[in-house]
């Protein structure tokens, strides 16, 4: 757990931006976490607005073996036309290896400048692709990211919740998660097909990254609350111990 890879938590993270109630005041949403069928922690996600403006945040734990953590994660922004426009990403992991990731954006524009203290061991960048200027552009951070159609940039249909395309920053590797379609309907939960495409910061030949990319590893539910608000009710990914579930509480 230890050196379990942040590209599989935002990957997690990010597949919150699809749907969720409009934040006029405050909205929370809580979520458990297991690994291979066991639980390991817990997750809520707290979106607010005022006027243009937003704040949102994400307070998580887990304990596995030896290994335990917290992770507090908000970002602040405005909203545009276009969805939410981030202007500051803040990270802090409290663990046995503790660090605080900062990312400053430009408004409708994407990340600036970023910074990991202490900065990450000279192992862990080892063999990584360098960071390509052109995917930054336009990329949000993973809690912007989640509180996207909160803030007014979704459309609210089920086909609109399974079609939609999201470019992710995690202050060290870029991707993108391209939703592709309704892939099953069951009253009223709906799973969607969707490709998780690398962009840059990862390594070529990265275990995680090579089981995240292959086809129909990813699997999110969603489900449709009163008042026609879809809500990702589970998401799956692949990890090389078994399955990281995210499931609403």
């Known amino acids: 757990m230890k050196n379990w890879s942040p590209t599989i938590f935002a990957v997690a993270l990010a597949f919150f931006?699809?749907?969720?109630?409009?934040?006029?005041?405050?909205?929370r949403v809580a979520y458990s976490i297991a690994l291979a069928g066991i639980g390991i922690g817990d997750?809520?996600?707290?979106?607010?607005?005022?006027?243009?403006?937003?704040?949102?945040?994400?307070?998580?734990?887990?304990?596995?073996?030896?290994?335990?953590?917290e992770l507090f994660s908000r970002a602040v922004g405005k909203v545009a036309p276009q969805g939410p426009s981030p202007s500051s990403y803040r990270s802090t992991s409290r663990s046995d290896d503790p660090s605080e990731t900062v990312i400053n954006f430009d408004l409708g524009q994407g990340p600036v400048d970023w910074n990991?203290?202490?900065?990450a061991p000279a192992e862990w960048?080892?063999?990584?692709?360098?960071?390509?200027?052109?995917?930054?552009?336009d990329a949000l951070d993973p809690v912007t990211a989640l509180a996207a159609s909160a803030l007014g940039s979704f459309?609210?249909?089920?086909?609109?919740?399974?079609?939609?395309?999201?470019?992710?920053?995690?202050?060290?590797?870029v991707f993108e998660l391209d939703f592709q379609g309704v892939g099953v309907k069951q009253g009223n939960r709906i799973a969607c097909s969707v490709i998780y495409r690398p962009l840059s910061g990862h390594r070529a030949d990265s275990s995680s990254v090579a089981?995240?990319?292959?086809?129909?590893?990813?699997?999110?539910?969603?489900?449709?609350?009163?008042?026609?608000?879809?809500?990702?009710?589970?998401?799956?990914?692949?990890?090389?111990?078994?399955?990281?579930?995210?499931?609403?509480?």
């Open 17 to 27: 931006n699809l749907c969720g109630a409009r934040a006029e005041a405050e909205n």
């Open 43 to 69: 997750m809520e996600i707290a979106v607010s607005r005022e006027g243009l403006q937003y704040d949102a945040r994400l307070e998580g734990s887990y304990r596995v073996l030896f290994w335990s953590g």
């Open 116 to 119: 990991r203290t202490p900065p």
């Open 125 to 137: 960048r080892e063999g990584r692709l360098p960071l390509n200027k052109e995917h930054l552009r």
């Open 155 to 173: 459309g609210g249909t089920a086909p609109d919740v399974c079609e939609k395309a999201v470019r992710i920053f995690t202050g060290f590797v």
């Open 211 to 249: 089981r995240l990319a292959e086809p129909g590893s990813i699997e999110i539910l969603f489900e449709q609350l009163n008042g026609g608000v879809w809500l990702p009710a589970r998401v799956s990914l692949p990890t090389r111990v078994g399955s990281l579930v995210v499931e609403r509480s």
